[in-house]
Each structure stands twice: as C-alpha cells, then as structure tokens.
C-alpha cells in the first residue's frame, strides 16, 4: 500500500510538490478550497475576455523547462510559448517612453543612448548577474535551507564572497551607471521580490539577467496554461486534485499528523504538506503547541506588498501600449516608502499596464483589448469600493493622459481585486500578493523553514518559505518539499 500524502492548496508550489510525490510512489490527493486551482494565478472570463488573476511576467524560462523535463516532457509539449519583442514598456512621461528591447545589442544600444559609455559598465553588470543566476540557480534556490550547514561548503562559500550579499541592489546599480532612467529600470525587478531597492541584497542583480538576456516569454492562451499543464501532468502521476475542499484543521495523534478535516469530514493522512499560505496554515489549522512561529513572529516579518488590480474590457483597440506598461511617471522612492515604512494609500503611485491581447488574440473579443491594471500596495492598509474607485481614476487619467486617447469611456468589462480579496480567496497574511520581502534576513535558512519542527510529517511550500515568491521559486518550493520527503520517508510505495 501507498503511503497517503494530503496536500493543501493547488497553486503552483502545492500543483509541484503533489506530483513530485506522486511521481515518488505516494497516493496524493490535492485539496483546494476554491472552485478552480491555480492559487493566485487562477482565470477569470467575463463577456469574451480571458484575464490572468495574477502573474504575467514569465520569467526564468529554465525552471519551466526543468521542471517539465523531470516529467519527461516538455513546454513545447504543453503550451506555445514567444518571446515578447519588446520586453515591455518604460513610460517616463508622455513623450518619454522607453521600449525594452529583447535583443541584447540593441539593448546595449539603448543604454548608449541615455549614458554614452554605459554599454562597457553594462557587459561587466550582466557579466557578474550571469554568474549570481547560475550560482543561485544551481547552488543556493536548490536547497532545503533546513541548516547553516548545507552552506558551508567550499565552492558554495567561495561563491558566496562574489554574490554581494551585503551590498544593496540600489548602491550597486548606482556604482556602475548614472543615468536616473537607467537606474530605474534596473531596479524595477526588485518590485518582483518585494522590498525597497535599498534594502535588496545585490545578489538579486541576478534579476537583471532574468529580464534582460533570458527575457520575458508569453504562453499563447495566458498564463493559466502553465496551471492546466501542471494540472495535467499532476493527473497522469495519479494525483487526485479535490476543489471545494476549505481544510479546517490538522489533527494530530500521539505527535503524528494523522489527517485533515475538510468540509467536516477526516480525511486521513500519512503525511501533510501545507501549501497555502504559511502563516494560514500554522495560524489556523494546527493547534498552538505544533506551530513553528507565533504571532510576534509573524508580526516582526516584512511583507512583500499586497496590490490593487482592475480587470478590463475595451471595446476597441488602444494606441502606444505594448504587452506589459510599466508606468514610472512618478517618484519610485515615495511610492516605496508608502508601502514599507509608513504603510497608507500611496499618495503618487507607480502602476503598471498588462494588455495581453497586444499579443493573444484569445483573450479578448475581436477590435477590443484585455487590460489589467496593477497598483502596489502595502499590505493589511483599509480596503473600500471607494478607495479603489479613486485609484481607478488616477490610473485611468494618467493612462489617457500618457498614451493621448480615451479609455474609460471604452471599459465595457470592469472588475477590481485587492486586499479584502486575497485574504477571502486565499487566506493571505494581510492580504499579501507576494509572500515575504525578500531582504537578506529573510533569506534561506532565515525564512518560515518547511519543515515542522515537531511534528515530523508535517511540511510547508509555497512563496512564504524558500526559496520565496515568484512562479518560479513556487514551483521550486514544492519540488524541494516533495524531494526532501522522498529524501526522509523512501518512495511511497
Ligand atoms: C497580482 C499578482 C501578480 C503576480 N505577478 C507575478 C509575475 O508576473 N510573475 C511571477 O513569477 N510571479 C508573480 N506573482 C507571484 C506568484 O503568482 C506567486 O508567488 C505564486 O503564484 C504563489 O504560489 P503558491 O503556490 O505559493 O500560492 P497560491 O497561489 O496562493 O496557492 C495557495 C492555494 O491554497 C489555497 N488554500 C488556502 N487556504 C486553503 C485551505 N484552508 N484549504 C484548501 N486550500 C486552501 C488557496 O485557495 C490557493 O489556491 C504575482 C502574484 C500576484 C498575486
């Protein structure tokens, strides 16, 4: 007989680590509060148009690749997936907007045109991003993160010396290029890992390489494909995917796990990965004396930013945009201090633009554009109709304002989602949208560890523990989780 795993929470770190396990000889079955899985990258359909919930931005095409191949299969198998040309957009002001080119020359051009000379420091920056990538990728995102000692490796340290962990992003971007716009737009991938760029070690310069010479990709049909190969390829491992399934409680027997409640009814378990929110799961589910962490603890974390989003439908076609807007019109430094020091609505907020159907025909109704709009947010600040409606106002001005046309007059589709959403949907901390902050003290073996330190089968994945947030650290996540079970208990079978 199998051994029986129960994992909570399909989105990718739960839709990862269940068919890794399963793939390992264990009976899994995925249970999912909600009607559909995905987690935060469900889909919504209203009126012919298809919007992402949440990511958009594919990045670290290799994870995807990986993780696929461990499957024997591949991408191409799944989902047809470009390369977007240009990268995205930088709109600085209305006659100021930069496109990011996919081709590194012109690239390199690019900075020559905004710093002349920038293009040598720039080989030099991406020469030293490239090495952070690969170490990171190969050395550091792969492991447990479960003792110091899984660090204290010759090669691992020497390496270490050269990742810059204790210099920030923000002063090391500033040491190689002068230009403001620049400095913007290297720090932008910071926004992704949710901290202040000063507060960001300068390992995460690794990002750069992300963005900039592996690129940003797009799944024709969205990025739900990603989810429905998951999904896929979890059912052909055996894994039993449950929606409607709220688990209410982890039940514990003479210091073992022995199964979940859901919807009222036990349902037995040899071993349990929690793969919804960290702080839910222990919080909520498990009874005091098993929890890793208490509420002072959770108090004491910085939390990556929760966000404001409005899902569009135009009803006609829309000039100047690109897939993905960024919309740096407004002081970075103001709007992040808003969201991590002095927590309120941002007073002159930054935002950004995705118009997938730039690029998919699918996900809106011929002559009409899917938009999505996303202001940054601190988390667990006042969320009402009428505040998101005055943001609305704001981005839909500066929007018509930047690109000179009229838009909201064209909104036939509007729906908005922020704070009071994740945590009704989610069970999200705050209502975050990104997990933790990814400064150095809460990094590796410094975040929510995934093992439970009491009771033995019990496990944690997801964007609250390592390697952290992002789709591909999530899928990552439940990988670690799956292997160091296998690891621990033997195959299941
Ligand atoms: C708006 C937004 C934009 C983003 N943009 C990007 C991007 O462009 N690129 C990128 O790489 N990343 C992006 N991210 C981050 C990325 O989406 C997340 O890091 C990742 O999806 C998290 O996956 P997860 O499996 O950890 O958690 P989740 O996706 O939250 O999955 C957890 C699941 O657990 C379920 N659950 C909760 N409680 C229970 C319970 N009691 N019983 C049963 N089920 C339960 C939830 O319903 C949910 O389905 C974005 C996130 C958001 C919110």
């Known amino acids: 007989m199998s051994k029986k795993v129960i994992v909570i929470g399909s989105g990718f770190a739960g839709l990862s680590a269940a068919a890794t396990l399963a793939k390992g000889g264990y009976e899994v079955s995925l249970l999912e509060k909600n009607s ?8 919504l359909t209203i009126a012919g148009f298809t919007f992402d919930m949440g990511p958009s931005w594919y990045w670290m095409p290799d994870v995807f690749e990986n993780y696929f191949k461990e499957f024997g299969t591949s991408v191409a198998k799944h989902y047809d997936l470009i390369r977007l040309d240009p990268s995205y957009a930088v709109f600085f002001g209305k006659d100021e907007v930069m ?39 190969s050395d550091f995102v792969q492991k447990p993160s479960l003792s110091i000692l899984e660090f204290l490796d010759f090669r691992i340290l020497n390496a270490a010396l050269r990742m810059d962990l204790f210099k920030s992003i923000s002063k090391y971007i500033k040491n190689h290029f002068t230009n403001e716009k620049l400095i913007q737009l290297l720090e932008f991938p910071v926004l992704f890992l949710g901290a202040k760029p000063n507060e960001t070690p300068a390992l995460y310069s690794m990002m750069n390489y992300a963005d900039i010479v592996l690129g940003t990709w797009y799944p024709q049909g969205g990025m739900f494909k990603i989810v429905e190969a998951m999904e896929n390829i979890a059912k052909q491992e055996g894994v039993k995917i449950r929606t409607h399934e709220r688990v209410e409680k982890i039940n514990v027997t003479n210091g073992k796990v022995v199964s979940v409640t859901s919807n009222g009814v036990d349902l037995p378990a040899d071993m349990v990965v929690g793969a919804a929110d960290y702080h839910h799961i222990e919080q909520n589910l498990l009874e005091e004396k098993y929890r890793n962490y208490d509420t002072t603890y959770w108090k004491s974390r910085k939390m990556a930013p929760s966000c404001l989003m409005y899902y569009l439908g135009v009803n006609k076609k829309l000039k100047g945009l690109e897939h993905h807007n960024l919309f740096f019109d407004a002081p970075f430094d103001i709007h992040a201090e808003e969201i991590y020091d002095r927590p309120q609505w941002p007073s002159n907020p930054l935002f950004y633009a995705t118009c997938a159907s730039k690029t998919d025909k699918s996900v809106a109704p011929e002559g009409q554009e899917n938009l999505v709009l996303l202001i940054p947010i601190a988390v667990d600040i006042e969320d009402t109709e009428a505040i998101r409606e005055k943001y609305y106002n704001i981005m839909m001005d500066r929007l018509e304002h930047l690109t000179g046309q009229s838009i909201k007059e064209h909104v036939v589709v509007k729906k908005s989602y922020a704070i009071k959403d994740f945590k009704a949907d989610y069970n999200s901390f705050g209502g975050n949208a990104y997990g933790l902050a990814n400064t150095l003290r809460q990094t590796a073996i410094f975040k929510p560890t995934i093992k439970n330190k009491r009771l033995n089968n019990l496990y944690y994945a997801g964007q609250l523990t390592v390697p952290g947030p992002g789709v591909p650290p999530s899928i990552i996540s439940g990988q670690l989780v799956a292997r160091e079970i296998i690891k621990k208990f033997g195959k299941g079978n």
């Open 36 to 43: 559909c899985i995905g987690g935060r990258a469900r889909k």
């Open 99 to 137: 496109r990011v080119p996919a081709n590194l020359n012109e690239f390199y051009q690019l900075f020559e045109r905004y710093e002349p000379g920038s293009s040598v420091a720039l080989k030099k920056f991406l020469a030293d991003a490239e090495y952070k990538y690969n170490v990171s990728m």
